[in-house]
T-cell receptor, first 113, second 114 residues
Framework: QQQVKQSPQSLIVQKGGIPIINCAYE??????FPWYQQFPGKGPALLIA?????SEKKEGRFTISFNKSAKQFSLHIMDSQPGDSATYFC????????????FGKGTKLTVNP | DVKVTQSSRYLVKRTGEKVFLECVQD?????MFWYRQDPGLGLRLIYF???????EKGDIPEGYSVSREKKERFSLILESASTNQTSMYLC?????????????FGEGSRLTVL
């Protein structure tokens, strides 16, 4: 049973575009929603995370939007660059932290020059 | 910098062999995790440990076991490898109380079972 549904599976944008990756969940006990970024040959690394007491969080060009009533959250990348080309995973947990994170299936983002 | 080291980046084993995947972290983290990554399936938790000699099953523990004899080391064991265990295995660690909830991953061990 997939607890976090991520879409799209792949995404291609031009440099400067604003890719948006969406995730939806069912478990209302989830209280921590991170996004991880993975480059080829590397392990995933935390990019940005949000807790349900806020609706938006920005870190540099990366923004998480969170809609608690719809049980959805999304990642926006402003002014995307070829160096942002990577696989992005959303995740959720009900422990408030890293324990028993449930990951989405991932989105492979390609940013063309 | 936090470093999570997986000793074997690539392994090729035969069906039925016993396989050990080793992971060491150098940040004195209490929690350690083993995930499996497959294309189109994302990351799935196999086992995690929150203390020495303690372990908890994740979502897909069948066919795997783990060992944590020292705080810095967490081993994943495939008692009798099967072809459906061909995958990328990722080890991760985190502190017991983490304000950021961040997992620190190793670079992965790609296992092929023939």
């Amino acid at each position: 049973q997939q607890q976090v549904k991520q879409s799209p599976q792949s995404l291609i944008v031009q440099k400067g575009g604003i890719p948006i990756i969406n995730c939806a969940y069912e478990n209302t006990a989830f209280d921590y929603f991170p996004w991880y970024q993975q480059f080829p040959g590397k392990g995933p690394a935390l990019l940005i995370a949000i807790r349900p007491d806020v609706s938006e969080k920005k870190e540099g060009r990366f923004t998480i939007s969170f809609n608690k009533s719809a049980k959805q959250f999304s990642l926006h990348i402003m002014d995307s660059q070829p160096g942002d080309s990577a696989t992005y995973f959303c995740a959720a947990s009900s422990s408030g932290g890293s324990e028993k994170l449930v990951f989405g299936k991932g989105t492979k983002l390609t940013v063309n020059p | 910098d936090v470093k999570v080291t997986q000793s074997s980046r690539y392994l090729v084993k035969r069906t039925g062999e016993k396989v050990f995947l080793e992971c060491v972290q150098d940040m004195d983290h209490e929690n350690m995790f083993w995930y499996r990554q497959d294309p189109g399936l994302g990351l799935r938790l196999i086992y995690f440990s929150y203390d020495v000699k303690m372990k908890e099953k994740g979502d897909i523990p069948e066919g795997y076991s783990v060992s944590r004899e020292k705080k810095e080391r967490f081993s994943l064991i495939l008692e009798s490898a099967s072809t459906n265990q061909t995958s990328m295995y990722l080890c991760a660690s985190s502190p017991w109380t983490s304000a950021s909830g961040e997992l620190f991953f190793g670079e992965g061990s790609r296992l092929t079972v023939l």
